[in-house]
């Protein structure tokens, strides 16, 4: 299957600080990726949907200042948590889906834990 | 939108058992998805099934679209298979709607 890519895989930073996120198709473009967030115990919920070239669009609640995305290439998309606090400690993941392959099959990276101290 | 719903929420099986996880959805979808998430985290993919029966080794699955479920038979179960396994169906924008999961342990 496709290979997407996350880095860093685990951070942790100060309270205040931002913290930036990669995601990289690795084998294929993606012109859509999504973000999710997954607290502990709990499901995945997706926060947003970057798109290649244009702005990304949130879901209700995740607030658009804070959650910076920007998708320049057809093979990246960067997430930052501008002045982290406490409360969004959580694992990032995105996902994408090649075009080239089952459409509409969403392949996940290795996901990035945050914790803010 | 489309509500999942995956039952049971927690599972816990001697090795070699077999298991059946159900996942209910409230809409027409034309994606599934299972996934394996191991205790690191990572979603596996275990199957794109939208419709029909698919096998893979000791896994199988089946999707009845038209009454709005899914199962996933694990046979043979081993510790490693282990962790929480998610349906999901999808969304308007190409995304995916996660049910809660079904937390499995399989002890030794």
């Known amino acids: 299957g496709a290979v997407v890519s996350q880095h860093p895989s685990r951070v942790i930073c100060k309270s205040g600080t931002s913290v930036k996120i990669e995601c990289r198709s690795l084998?294929?473009?993606?012109?859509?990726m999504f973000w999710y967030r997954q607290f502990p115990k709990q499901s995945l919920m997706l926060m947003a949907t970057?798109?290649?070239?244009?702005?990304?669009?949130?879901e209700q609640g995740v607030e658009k200042d804070k959650f910076l995305i920007n998708h320049a290439s057809l093979t990246l998309s960067t997430l930052t948590v501008t002045s982290a606090h406490p409360e969004d400690s959580s694992f990032y993941i995105c996902?994408?889906?090649?075009?080239?392959?089952?459409?509409?099959?969403?392949?996940f990276g290795e996901g990035s834990r945050l914790t803010v101290l | 939108g489309i509500q999942v719903e995956q039952s049971p929420p927690d599972l816990i099986l001697q090795e070699g058992a077999n298991s059946t996880l159900r996942c209910n959805f409230s809409?027409?979808?034309?994606?599934l998805q299972w996934f394996h998430q191991n205790p690191w985290g990572q979603l596996i993919n275990l199957f794109y099934?939208?419709?029909g029966t698919k096998q893979n080794g000791r896994l199988s699955a089946t999707t009845v679209a038209t009454e709005r479920y899914s199962l996933l038979y694990i046979s043979s179960s081993q510790t490693t298979d282990s962790g929480v396994y998610f349906c999901?169906?999808?969304?308007?924008?190409?995304?995916?709607?996660f049910g809660k999961g079904t937390k499995l342990s399989v002890k030794p």
């Open positions: 809409d027409s979808v034309n994606n």
């Open positions: 099934i939208p419709s």
């Open positions: 999901a169906v999808g969304g308007s924008q190409g995304n995916l709607i």
């Open positions: 970057s798109n290649e070239g244009s702005k990304a669009t949130y």
């Open positions: 996902s994408a889906t090649d075009l080239s392959g089952v459409v509409g099959e969403l392949f």
């Open positions: 084998d294929f473009q993606a012109t859509t």
